[in-house]
């Protein structure tokens, strides 16, 4: 399209020139004849008058005006023909070219392919005829489209691919809110409820840092002489972790998390070796971002059974221990630490069920290392009297529990 010719073609402007020669020629004949007749008509106007008006059109007027017309349409048919014949002739010449080269292309991946084996020949062979007649289809029709049908070729899949993008980011909008609303209900889930997936895993897995092959049993009727860093080892569940003593009743939490602490309250307040309930306390649980090394230090306490063996080094002396019972309380139960008897015992005491702090779990084992005969009673305590003994010690708040005693200021 040239928009100097008013959007014609150079085809139209030759075709609409020869169209107003062969209108000047048929209408200077059509004069010629007009003049003839009017000359005519002067000289024999005297022997007209009477005779009526009647205005023909001689037969050779007529002749020249087909003839003009039939000599424009005969030139205008040969010019379109001529072009169309040799557009043609250069396509299939084209054509014949591509074939040529196609065919040439083939006969060098066949003789390419038969170094090779059968099977990869044949495939190969199967793979570069069909890329060689997509091609050759793709160039065929390339060849017959003009460049304005290229053009809105293109600009059509431009659009096409513009449109796509543009319904795939609307719905990749629309569920933007859904998306970010599901992500963050997960990891509200997540930082709530993380412990409940990772605490039975810790139950099965060494909660301590030693090596199994490092903790063993060991005959407890022998007495050895240890080193005077107080410690709790329980062989069957690779535990090796030290015990904090003297902990006031307040500051037994952040005790646990360095270790194990040494709970003490009224009626059950006994070191390793004396005659009264010795009460250790630890967590089985913590999220699984915490930095306490020891949040899963009790994991697997459940799986102690009567007879498994319990050592305590205290003062450089080594204390061993057989279970005798478990059971489960609420953790206001401070009641059932207080126990009657006449032997050292001791009772182990963390949360449950795992990942919660719902109940309390007492393992409690009795002392049969060293000898028990003339132990002596514990030492009668009394907390004082700000210290609130009204439930056990748990684990490590929750998500929410935290945020909440943020909130509270408690």
């Known amino acids: 399209m040239n928009s ?70 005969q030139k205008y048919y040969s010019d379109y023909y001529s072009k ?60 017959f489209m003009t460049e304005n049908e290229v053009e809105e070729s293109l600009r059509e899949r431009i659009r096409k691919r513009a449109t796509d993008s543009a319904k795939k980011s609307r719905k990749r909008r629309k569920y933007m809110p859904i998306i970010a609303g599901a992500t963050v209900m ?4 997540f930082l709530q409820y993380n412990r409940l997936i990772f605490a039975p895993i810790m139950a099965y897995v060494s909660p301590g840092d030693a090596p199994i092959s490092q903790i063993e049993a060991i005959d407890p009727t022998i007495t050895q002489t240890v080193s005077a860093d ?28 360095n270790g194990v602490a040494h709970y003490r309250i009224a009626g059950a307040s006994a070191y390793p070796g004396e005659v009264g309930n010795f009460v250790i306390t630890g967590h089985s649980a913590g999220d699984i971002y915490s930095s306490n090394p020891y949040k899963y230090i009790f994991s697997g306490l459940e799986r102690l ?28 139960n401070v009641a059932s630490l207080v126990m009657t008897t ?15 702090s719902r109940y309390r779990l007492l393992v409690t084992g009795e002392q049969i290392s060293p000898n028990v005969e003339g132990a002596e009673e514990a030492e009668q305590y009394t907390p004082v009297t700000t210290e609130d003994d009204s439930a056990m010690p748990s684990n490590s708040p929750s998500f929410f529990d935290g945020f909440w005693g943020f909130l509270t200021g408690s």
């Open 342 to 356: 006449d032997k050292p015992l001791i009772t182990l005491v963390t949360c449950t069920p795992l990942g919660t």
């Open 84 to 143: 169309a014949a040799r557009t043609y002739i250069e396509k299939e010449r084209l054509k014949d070219a591509r074939a040529k080269a196609d065919e040439e292309k083939i006969l060098g991946s066949i003789a390419k392919a038969s170094n090779t084996s059968t099977d990869k020949a044949g495939l190969s062979l199967n793979t570069n005829v069909k890329h060689q007649a997509s091609a050759y289809q793709n160039a065929d029709n390339d060849a």
């Open 230 to 257: 107080p410690r709790l080892i329980i062989p069957k569940l690779n535990v090796d972790v030290p015990i904090r003593f003297e902990v006031p009743l307040s500051e037994v939490m952040s005790a646990m998390n």
């Open 186 to 189: 997960l990891l509200i889930l």
């Open 305 to 332: 059974e009567d007879g498994d063996l319990i050592y305590v080094n205290y003062n450089s002396v080594r204390y061993t221990y057989r279970v005798i019972k478990k059971q489960i309380v609420e953790p206001t």
């Open 4 to 73: 100097e010719n008013g959007g014609q073609s150079p085809n139209d402007l030759q075709r609409q020139a020869a169209a107003q020669i062969a209108r000047r020629k048929v209408l200077a004949a059509y004069s010629d004849t007009q003049n003839k007749g009017a000359q005519n008509a002067s000289e024999n106007s005297a022997h007209l008058k009477d005779e009526p008006i009647s205005p023909k059109i001689s037969s050779e007027s007529w002749k020249q005006y087909h003839s003009a017309w039939q000599n424009y349409y």
